[in-house]
């Protein structure tokens, strides 16, 4: 399986209008979409509802990191959201570019929430869960962002090296969330107290909330 990074235009599924390609009534992103743009990415959110919605909540979550960082570590953050921006922007070079943007607002988000975990403390005044870690019983770590951008989206980070993009397909028996990649289906699958992922080309694997203490390899 290759890394997110590499495959960000292949992220997002296509069916079911995970992206609307026509602008929905609703709020605008977080900057002024009359600006002139040196970028299409900037435009691009500016004509859908969902990536509109995915910029206001790293809006919100960037704001709150900032609050809480300083010196050099703000520098830092500040250094590394103008360099996300750039990265953004480059979507344009992939053969799904709405799909790279929303992959690209979902890392960043997750990356934020796990950098910064007192932001969360605000999390009723936006869309963002998470991250909440898992350990599978293949020994996987799992970190599962949840992001309410209708539809719902889920950030999935697998051993600290690959990211993994999903949709809320239904509810109906239980929750199912499911990404479409170049080596095959990513899902994962919470009904009741069970959680199974299944990675692009993988077999099903049974994973629980990793608790301090829990799965520790004996030495």
């Not at 495959?7 to 605008?28: E, T, W």
């Not at 910064?116 to 019983?137: K, L, M, N, Q, W």
């Not at 949709?167 to 990513?186: H, K, M, N, S, W």
């Not at 299944?198 to 990793?210: F, I, K, L, M």
């Amino acid at each position: 399986m290759s890394p997110l990074r590499t495959v960000l235009g292949l992220a997002m599924l296509v069916a079911g209008g995970l992206l609307p390609s026509a602008p929905l009534r609703a709020a605008p992103p977080s900057y002024d979409c009359s600006a002139e743009f040196e970028a299409t990415a900037p435009l691009i959110v500016c004509d859908s509802a969902q990536l509109s919605a995915l910029d206001r909540e790293l809006d919100r979550l960037f704001r709150l990191a900032a609050k809480e960082a300083s010196g050099a570590d703000l520098s830092r953050l500040k250094a590394e959201q103008r360099g996300w921006v750039k990265g953004r922007d480059e979507c344009w070079k992939g053969q799904d570019f709405k799909g790279c943007i929303a992959s690209s607002y979902l890392s960043r988000m997750a990356e934020l929430r796990s950098q910064f975990p007192a932001i969360r403390e605000s999390d009723g005044e936006g869309i963002t869960t998470g991250p909440v870690a898992y350990r599978c019983d293949s020994g996987a770590t799992l970190a599962f962002t949840e992001v309410a951008a209708g539809p719902t989206l889920a950030f999935v980070e697998q051993d600290g090296a690959y990211w993994l993009d999903f949709e809320l397909l239904t509810e109906r028996d239980g929750r199912i969330f499911q990404g479409v990649y170049a080596d095959g289906p990513a899902e994962w699958r919470i009904v009741g107290d069970a959680v199974e992922f299944r990675s692009p080309g993988g077999e099903w694997d049974a994973c629980h909330p990793d608790r301090p203490g829990r799965g520790k390899t004996k030495t």
